[in-house]
C-alpha cells in the first residue's frame, strides 16, 4: 500500500492535479491515469479545466462508487442479483419488526422507525462487520445490528447494495490483477467509511496512488483531511508557514433569505460584465452555494429563472412537483375521501388531462356543469347530473361527464382492492399515456424530461417489491411511490452550462472563479444538530459511523476552501420571517479576514445602491425609488414626467382615485357609448334591450354592481363544495315554485278558485305536495347543503309556507278573491307576437321592460291586486306610500308589475280606468305583511319622475362604487369588489369623499338623512 500526498492550497487544486496526472503518465503521455474524483461535477469541471492547458489524453475521471460498480456489477448481474432499492429496503426492514420487532415493539409501525432503521442499516453495511461488532456490545446497537443483519440474511441472495459493491471490488482487486488502474489518482477524498477505505487500499496494494489534498491552512477546517491522512497512513504535512487566512471578496448582510439571493444574482451579473474581477466571468466559472435546500434552492431557482440566467444543479422544485409525478400522486388518491368534485377538477386543472381519444378533455365546461348540478361528494354525481342530461345548455356536457366518471371509477376500481406492484406500475404507465397523450414525451421541456425520466425508473424499481410484499392497495402504493420520489434529487439543466448551484457540502472539487455562499448564519452554517433517533453519539463512534461534528467540519472547509480560491460574496440574513427570529453571523466567519460585514438596511436600500440591473424588473424598481429618494414619493402630479408607461398609469390611477372628482378608474364612463335603455314613446323598437325591475334597482343602489353583473356579465360563482345550508336565493325559488304549483293547479281547473271561506282542506293537501315535490328536486339538483342542516331548514320552510297559506286565507276570506294569472312572465314570449311592455318616462321617452309577477289577482270590489312574494324581512318596504311608491328612487318592481297587470287585462293604454294596486306578500320573516300601493295618475307621475331619473343615470354612464357603511356583516352580500371579503372600509372611505362631485350629486349627494345616518 503506497500513497503520496500531493498537498496544496485550495487556490492550487487544479495545478496540483494536473502535476499528479502528468507524474503518473510519467514519460509516456498516453498512458491511462483513473482520477478518483469527489463528485461527478467536479470530475468534469477538473477535466475542461485541464483541457484549457496543455491538454489531457487518456484519463477518466470517475467517482469512488462507480469505479466499484464496474469493477463489480457485472459479477452480481453475473449471480443473477440486481440493485436495492430504498422502498425495497423499507419493506424488508417493515417485515422484519412485523417477523420480530423486539424493543422497537411500541413503534414498529410508524413509518419514521421504519425509515429510521433503513438509513441505518444502510449506514452499518458501509461500516462493514468489524462496525457492527463494535455497535452490537451496546443494547441499542444491539437491536439495530439485528434487524440490519436480518435484513440483509433476506435480501442478499437476489439483491445487491453498495457495501457488495465495495467488497466485491476489493475481493475482485485482490484476486486478480486489473488492467487500466495502474496509475491512481485519488482528488479531494472525504474521510472513508470502512468499506471504502478498505478498496482504496486494495487499489494502492499494487501501484502507487497519488492523493491530492487541499488545506486551507485553519486546523478546525482541515480536520477531515488529516482524518484521511491518518486512515490512509500518511504522515500528516508540518503545517506551512505563512498560508494566509482566507479572505471573502464581501461579507453582506441583509434582511432575509429572499434578499440574498438578489443579491447573488446581482453579483453574477457583475461578475459575468467584468465588473468583480476586473475581466469577465462567465456563467459555468460562477457558482451559487447554500448551507441547506430550504429555503434557499427555491429562491435561487426562482430568481435565476426570472431574470434568464442559466443554470444547472439541484434547484427548489422536486420531482413530486413535476407534471408526471403530479398527475399519478393526486390521481391514485383522488378518491381519498370517495370522489369529490373539488379534488377532482384540481387534478383535471392542473394537467391538460386528454380523453382516449387523444383529444383534451371539456375541464372547464365539465366543472360548470357540475357546478350547476351541484356536485358536491361521491354520491351527488350520478343523481345531480341525470337531472341536467336533457337540458338544452347543460345536456352534453353532462352526459360526457356522467360517462367520464363512469370511466374513471373503473379506471380507480374499489380503494381497498389490491393488485401485485408490477400491475400497479402497469397501471400508472397506462394512465400516464392516457391522461398526457402518448406523444406527451416529445413535448416535455427538458426539466421535466429529467423528472418523467426519473419517474419511470422509481417505478421501474417498484415492480421488483412482489418478491418481497404481498399485493398491495392503490393507497399503499401510492404511499412508497412519493417516498421514493422524494427521496431522488433531480438535477436540472447540464453540467458546464450555466451558473452551478447547490448545497455548500457538493462545492468540493468545483473548479469556480466566482462563489456566492447563501445563509452564513448561525443555525444555518453550521447547520443544527441532527439527532440520531436510534443511537447516542457513543454508539456511533464506537461503530465508526459518521457524527454530526463531521459533517460539520466538512462543511466547514468547504466554506473556507471555497474563499480561499473563488472570488467569493458571503451573505447572510438578519431574520428568518418564516421563524420571526433574528439570526447571527457563522461563527466560521471568525476564522476568515475581513474588514466589517456590509449591513443592507432593506432590500428597498439595496436596490437603489445597485449600478446595473440584473433584470427589467429590478431596473424599473431602482429607477423609481431613486427618483423618490431624490424628490420624495412619486405622486400622480409626476405621471407625466416619469418614463415609464406602467407607472405613468399606476401614477395616473393613484391620482385619479384620491381626486374629489370620479374618474375613468372609478365609475366615470361618460365619455364611453353604453348600452341605451330608453326609447321615444311610441317608437320604442320591437328588438331594443330590455331591462327588468330588479336590474334597475341594482344600479340605483350601486351602479358598479350593475356595471359589472350585467353590462359585463360578470356572476359571482357559487362553490357547491363549500355550501353548508341551503342559500337564501333558493330557499325563495322553492317557495316561490310551491305557491306557483297551487295556483297553476286553480288557474287549470284542476282544483277551484278559492271560496268565501278561503282556501280549503284540498288545497292544503295541494300546497304540501308540491312542497315535497319541490324539496326532491332541490335536493336532488344539489342545493340544499348539508343534510343535517337541510332536514331542520325544510321544517322552518314548511311551516313557512302554511303560515303564509293562514293568512293569504284571511285575506281571501276578507276580500273575495279571484286568482287570474301566476308567474306571468312579461312579455309573452311565447304569444306570435309578444306584446311589449313599457313604463313611461318623462320628455316622452319609454322604457321596454320584462320581469315576471308572482300573482295577479281580481278582489270582489273590481281591483286589480298584483303579488309580489317575498320572504325576507319587511323593514325595507314598511316606508312604501302613495306619495314615495319608488322608496326614493330605489324600488321599481311593484310599478313595472302593475304595469305589466294592465297590458295583461287590456287596460294598458287607459290605465287611469282600471284600479290596481300591487303590494309585498312577506313570509314569516316578515311577519306575513302586505304592504303596497294603490297607483292613480299621481303615483304614475311620480314614478315616471323618479324613473327618469335612474335610466338618465344609467345612459350618461355613471358607474360608481357605492359600498355599504364598513360594520360587522353576518354574510357579504356583494363580493364584486372585496372578493376577499376583507370589509369597505377603504371603498366607503373613496366613495365619501366622490359622491359630491356635481356631476353625479343628483343621484348620490348627501342628503339631510345622509348627515342624520352619520350623526347618529
Ligand atoms: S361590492 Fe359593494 S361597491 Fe362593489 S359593486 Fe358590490 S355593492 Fe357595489
Same mark, same amino acid.
Given at each position: ?61 470517475? +467517482? ?33 419488526? %412485523?417477523?420480530?420487532? $423486539? ?12 425509515? &429510521? ?150 453579483? =453574477?451579473?457583475? #461578475? ?51 407534471? &408526471? #409525478? ?60 341525470? &337531472? ?13 361527464? @356522467? ?71 392503490? /393507497? ?69 459511523? #459518521? ?99 406602467? +407607472?405613468?398609469? *399606476?401614477?395616473?390611477?393613484? $391620482? ?14 361618460? &365619455? ?15 328588438? !331594443? ?15 358598479? #354592481? ?25 330557499? *325563495? ?23 268565501? +271561506? ?26 340544499? *347543503? ?16 302554511? *303560515? ?13 278573491? +279571484? ?48 303579488? %309580489? ?10 316606508? @312604501? ?30 290605465? !287611469?280606468?282600471?284600479? =290596481?294596486?300591487?303590494?309585498? /306578500? ?34 350618461? $354612464? ?59
Amino acid at each position: 500500500m503506497a500513497f503520496e500526498l500531493m498537498a496544496c492550497a485550495p487556490s492550487d487544486v487544479i495545478v496540483t492535479l494536473g502535476r499528479a496526472i502528468d507524474q503518473a503518465k510519467g514519460s509516456d503521455r498516453l498512458a491511462p491515469v483513473t482520477v478518483v474524483v469527489p463528485t461527478n461535477v467536479s470530475g468534469v469541471m477538473a477535466r475542461r479545466s485541464l483541457g484549457r492547458g496543455p491538454g489531457i489524453l487518456g484519463v477518466d475521471m470517475i +467517482t469512488l462508487n462507480r469505479l466499484a460498480e464496474l469493477l463489480a456489477g457485472p459479477g452480481l448481474a453475473h449471480a443473477d442479483r440486481q440493485p436495492v432499492s430504498t422502498p425495497l429496503l423499507e419493506l424488508t426492514v417493515r417485515r422484519v419488526l %412485523d417477523e420480530a420487532p $423486539g424493543s422497537y415493539a411500541a413503534v414498529a409501525h410508524h413509518p419514521a422507525t421504519v425509515v &429510521a432503521l433503513r438509513e441505518l442499516h444502510q449506514e452499518l453495511r458501509l461500516a462493514g462487520d468489524e462496525g457492527a461488532e463494535r455497535l452490537a456490545q451496546s443494547g441499542r446497537g444491539r437491536e439495530a445490528v439485528r434487524v440490519s443483519r436480518a435484513v440483509t440474511r433476506i435480501l442478499q441472495r437476489r439483491w445487491y447494495d453498495e457495501a457488495d459493491l465495495l467488497a466485491g471490488a476489493t475481493e475482485r482487486l485482490r484476486s486478480e490483477p486489473v488492467a487500466g488502474l495502474e496509475r491512481l489518482v485519488l482528488h479531494l477524498p472525504a474521510p472513508f467509511d470502512a468499506l471504502s477505505q478498505a478498496f482504496v487500499e486494495q487499489l494502492a496494494a499494487a501501484s502507487p496512488v497519488a492523493v491530492v489534498v487541499a488545506f486551507t491552512g485553519d486546523d478546525s477546517a482541515d480536520h477531515e483531511q488529516h482524518r484521511v491522512l491518518d486512515q490512509l497512513q500518511i504522515p500528516r504535512p508540518a503545517p506551512s508557514a505563512g498560508v494566509r487566512p482566507a479572505t471573502p471578496a464581501r461579507i453582506v448582510s441583509t434582511t432575509d433569505a429572499d434578499d440574498e439571493v438578489r443579491i447573488a444574482v446581482r453579483t =453574477i451579473v457583475e #461578475a459575468a460584465r467584468g465588473e468583480l474581477t476586473g475581466t469577465p466571468v462567465p456563467f459555468e466559472r460562477i457558482a451559487v452555494f447554500w448551507p441547506g435546500q430550504r429555503p434557499y434552492a427555491r429562491l435561487v431557482e426562482h430568481h435565476l429563472a426570472a431574470d434568464g440566467i442559466a443554470w444547472n444543479g439541484r434547484g427548489g422544485t422536486e420531482l413530486t412537483e413535476r407534471i &408526471a #409525478a403530479r398527475l399519478l400522486l393526486d390521481l391514485l388518491d383522488v378518491d381519498r375521501r370517495g370522489l369529490q368534485r373539488r379534488p377532482l377538477f384540481e387534478l383535471l386543472a392542473d394537467v391538460p388531462a386528454r380523453g382516449p381519444d387523444g383529444r383534451n378533455r371539456p375541464t372547464a365546461e365539465w366543472e360548470r356543469v357540475s357546478r350547476r348540478a351541484g356536485v358536491s361528494r361521491d354520491e351527488d354525481w350520478i343523481p345531480r347530473l341525470s &337531472a341536467l342530461t336533457g337540458h338544452e345548455r347543460w345536456g352534453p356536457p353532462a352526459t360526457s361527464l @356522467l360517462e367520464f366518471i363512469a370511466e374513471l371509477r373503473t379506471t380507480l376500481g374499489h380503494p381497498q382492492a389490491t393488485r401485485p406492484w408490477s400491475e400497479w406500475v402497469e397501471w400508472c404507465t397506462t394512465q400516464l399515456d392516457t391522461w398526457l397523450g402518448t406523444g406527451a414525451i416529445a413535448h416535455l421541456s427538458d426539466a421535466e424530461y429529467r423528472a418523467w425520466e426519473a419517474l419511470m425508473s422509481a417505478l421501474e424499481r417498484l415492480k421488483s417489491l412482489d418478491s418481497v410484499s404481498d399485493p398491495v392497495t392503490r /393507497s399503499e402504493f401510492r404511499t412508497v411511490l412519493e417516498n421514493e420520489l422524494d427521496d431522488v434529487g433531480v438535477r436540472d439543466g447540464r453540467i458546464g452550462t450555466g451558473v452551478a448551484i447547490g448545497t455548500l457540502a457538493s462545492a468540493g472539487g468545483m473548479v469556480i472563479d466566482v462563489a456566492i455562499v447563501l445563509g452564513a448564519a448561525e443555525g444555518l452554517l453550521p447547520p443544527g444538530p441532527r439527532a440520531d433517533p436510534l443511537l447516542s453519539s457513543v454508539d456511533r463512534e464506537r461503530a465508526g459511523l #459518521a457524527s454530526h461534528d463531521e459533517r460539520a467540519r466538512r462543511l466547514h472547509h468547504e466554506f473556507i476552501a471555497t474563499i480561499s480560491s473563488a472570488h467569493t460574496v458571503v451573505t447572510l440574513p438578519r431574520g428568518d420571517l418564516r421563524a420571526t427570529t433574528t439570526n447571527q453571523p457563522t461563527r466560521w466567519l471568525a476564522h476568515v479576514e475581513h474588514d466589517r460585514i456590509d449591513e443592507i438596511d432593506s432590500s428597498f436600500v439595496g436596490i437603489q445602491q445597485i449600478d446595473f440591473a440584473p433584470g427589467e424588473r429590478e431596473r424599473r424598481l431602482r429607477d423609481r425609488l431613486r427618483r423618490t429618494a431624490g424628490s420624495g414619493p412619486l405622486t400622480h402630479l409626476d405621471a407625466q414626467v416619469v418614463d415609464d408607461a406602467a +407607472t405613468r398609469r *399606476g401614477l395616473t390611477l393613484v $391620482g385619479a382615485r384620491a381626486d374629489l372628482d370620479l374618474s375613468e378608474f372609478d365609475g366615470d364612463l361618460s &365619455a364611453v357609448d353604453v348600452p341605451i335603455l330608453s326609447g321615444a314613446t311610441g317608437a320604442v323598437p320591437a328588438d !331594443a334591450r330590455l331591462v327588468s325591475p330588479t336590474q334597475i334597482q341594482t344600479w340605483a343602489s350601486c351602479p358598479h #354592481a350593475y356595471f359589472v353583473r350585467y353590462l359585463l356579465g360578470v356572476n359571482a360563482i357559487d362553490e357547491p363544495d363549500s355550501q353548508i345550508s341551503i342559500n337564501a336565493l333558493d330557499r *325563495g325559488l322553492v317557495q316561490h315554485d310551491v305557491l306557483d304549483a297551487l295556483h297553476r293547479d286553480v288557474l287549470s281547473g284542476v282544483l277551484p278558485q278559492p271560496t268565501d +271561506t278561503g282556501w280549503t282542506d284540498e288545497h292544503r293537501h295541494a300546497l304540501e305536495r308540491h312542497f315535497d315535490e319541490m324539496c326532491t328536486e332541490a335536493e336532488r339538483t344539489g342545493r340544499t *347543503g348539508r343534510p343535517a342542516t337541510w332536514a331542520s331548514e325544510r321544517a322552518r320552510m314548511h311551516r313557512d309556507l302554511l *303560515g303564509w297559506f293562514r293568512h293569504d286565507s284571511d285575506i281571501i276570506r276578507a276580500n273575495g278573491v +279571484t286568482i287570474l294569472a301566476s308567474e306571468h312572465r312579461f312579455p309573452d314570449r311565447d304569444a306570435d307576437v309578444p306584446m311589449q311592455i313599457v313604463l313611461d318616462l318623462s320628455d316622452r321617452r319609454q322604457l321596454p321592460i320584462h320581469g315576471s309577477i308572482d300573482r295577479l289577482d281580481r278582489w270582489a270590489d273590481g281591483r286589480l291586486i298584483v303579488t %309580489d312574494h317575498k320572504t325576507g324581512k319587511a323593514d325595507t318596504f314598511k316606508k @312604501l306610500t302613495e306619495t314615495d311608491p319608488t322608496l326614493a328612487g330605489s324600488a321599481f318592481q311593484l310599478p313595472a308589475y302593475a304595469a305589466a297587470a294592465l297590458a295583461f287585462v287590456g287596460a294598458a293604454d287607459d290605465p !287611469a280606468s282600471t284600479r =290596481i294596486r300591487a303590494e309585498y /306578500s312577506m313570509f314569516d320573516r316578515g311577519r306575513y305583511a302586505r304592504l303596497g300601493i294603490d297607483f292613480d295618475d299621481e303615483v304614475w307621475s311620480i314614478v315616471r319622475s323618479e324613473l327618469s331619473d335612474v335610466v338618465d343615470g344609467i345612459e350618461s $354612464g355613471w358607474f360608481p362604487q357605492v359600498p355599504e357603511a364598513p360594520g360587522f356583516r353576518v354574510y357579504t352580500p356583494c363580493v364584486y369588489c372585496e372578493p376577499d371579503e376583507l370589509g369597505t372600509t377603504d371603498a366607503f372611505e373613496r366613495w365619501t369623499a366622490k359622491r359630491n362631485d356635481s356631476r353625479i350629486a343628483r343621484w348620490f349627494g348627501d342628503t339631510d338623512d345622509d348627515s342624520e345616518n352619520t350623526d347618529d
